[in-house]
Nanobody, 126 residues
Framework: QVQLVESGGGLVQAGGSLRLSCVAS????????MAWFRQAPGKEREFVAA?????????YYADSVKGRFTISRDNAKNTVYLQMNSLKPQDTAVYYC??????????????????WGQGTQVTVSS
């Protein structure tokens, strides 16, 4: 079973930037969708962004991060990135990387993903 390891979280001031990385323990077939979710204390885990490889790379974003966050993937390095700009205090959460449960499949629901990383904490101060 592939394992995912996130890194890049930390403490940043509002308006700042962070780049999260998610490295897979072995090659992820490019037809699987890779996504980022986040979970704030006391809240449900919510969708942030996804990168699917249909005929070309297709990205999806939650409305709350559209225009500020960018997801990308480097299949040669088995790595997915989340570039986060113009961070806000409400972006504070544990961020998780996930792989879709089947290939050629996309969902903004956490139930659509069966491989998860351990998470990395992002804290945005005001």
């Amino acid at each position: 079973q592939v394992q995912l390891v996130e890194s890049g979280g930390g403490l940043v001031q509002a308006g700042g930037s962070l780049r999260l990385s998610c490295v897979a323990s072995r090659r992820i077939v490019s037809s699987y969708t890779m996504a980022w979710f986040r979970q704030a204390p006391g809240k449900e885990r919510e969708f942030v962004a996804a990168a699917a490889l249909w005929s070309a790379l297709t990205t999806y974003y939650a409305d709350s991060v559209k225009g500020r966050f960018t997801i990308s993937r480097d299949n040669a390095k088995n790595t997915v990135y989340l570039q986060m700009n113009s961070l806000k205090p409400q972006d504070t959460a544990v961020y998780y990387c996930a792989r879709s449960m089947q290939n050629y499949y996309y969902s903004p629901l956490k139930e659509g993903y069966d491989v998860w990383g351990q998470g990395t904490q992002v804290t945005v101060s005001s």
